[in-house]
């Protein structure tokens, strides 16, 4: 079983089944435990509620049944990507340029693993952020584990 596949395949089918204000985040093909889950991220502007998550997987549910690209039995879950969204797509660092992000690295800038700054922009491959003190560190895509909005209080 092709997880990048089933992701792809998920993809292509629900993009074009979505309210063209719905934006499709990220789909995720997990093994928690004994179950498989297929977990869908929706948003808008606005925020998504419980009512277009329950639309959202209306309109999906029987689009997979039909296409069948998973195989094995599995939960579908439909949801927001909440407030600490994962950056993955060009048009998320495009959007959210100027907020303050979670950075997880694979390897270690000076001896930290972890970076908390601002997102200035994302070329070629290459995350460019600020930290407090204005200095600008740029980290290479294949470095980086996740992005995420900061959830500051």
């Not at 939960?75 to 997880?104: M, N, T």
Request: glycine share 4%.
């Amino acid at each position: 079983m092709d997880k990048n596949k089933i992701i792809q395949d998920v993809t292509t089918y629900i993009e074009p089944l979505l309210d063209e204000q719905i934006e499709l985040v990220d789909v995720e093909f997990v093994k928690e435990g004994a179950d498989y889950f297929l977990r869908i991220y929706i948003d808008k502007e606005g925020g998504i509620t419980i009512d277009d998550c329950t639309a959202a997987n209306r309109v999906i549910e029987p689009v997979l049944d039909e296409k069948d690209p998973i195989g094995p039995p599995y939960i579908l879950e439909v949801s927001s990507p909440g407030i600490d969204r994962v950056l993955k797509k060009d048009k998320d660092f495009i959007k959210y340029a100027g907020h303050i992000v979670d950075v997880k690295l694979y390897q270690a800038i000076n001896k930290q693993k972890k970076i908390q700054a601002e997102l200035v922009e994302k070329v070629d491959g290459v995350v460019v952020l600020k930290d407090e003190s204005e200095n600008i560190i740029k980290i290479e895509q294949t470095n980086i584990v996740s992005i995420r909005l900061a959830v500051l209080f």
